[in-house]
């Protein structure tokens, strides 16, 4: 099940306009988020419903650091668990599913910006990721936009993920590929 719908956003747009600022509202969010006292829980939820635009599942459990650009793209499943140092670049969209671990300096990037100079600068590019249930994905993994992994797989550390992973696989590598079934 590919998520490859692209959306394209062009900068010298109002639409565009738009996402910046949200964009220096997360910002602002986040970085208030990323000096709170670990203990102070209340404020860290109250910034998290900034940042994701309302109460996130009781379920949900995001450590800091934590960033993200966007944040209304995200919609997280029951008992996720978020490491330290994790970049979610939301703005095409974000779904994951329930149990899904991810680990510390992991990256969901969804957008990015077309290869050609001439253009590079003119548009952002973007579509979904999808993280299905139960999906283990390991320190410093980054999955581009596009992507959808599949239910109960593992994402090696340091993993590239650039096309879909089959439910219950094991992937590795940059790029990643599949390196054996999960039984």
Known sequence: MSTRTEQVTYV????FARYAERIALVTDATSRLNALPFSDTEARAEL???????PLPESVT???PFFTEYGLGTRFGENVFVNQGCTFMDNGGIRIGDGV???PRVSLVTGGHP???AER???VASAPIVIEDDVWICAAAVVT???TVGAGSVVAAGAVVTRDVPARTLVAGVPARVVRSID
């Open 48 to 54: 998290l419903s900034v940042v994701f635009g309302g």
């Open 121 to 123: 600068r003119e548009y």
């Open 62 to 64: 995001i450590y800091p």
């Open 12 to 15: 010298r747009t109002p639409e």
């Open 101 to 103: 671990m991810i680990a």
């Open 115 to 117: 290869l050609a100079l």
């Open 145 to 147: 936009q596009g992507v």
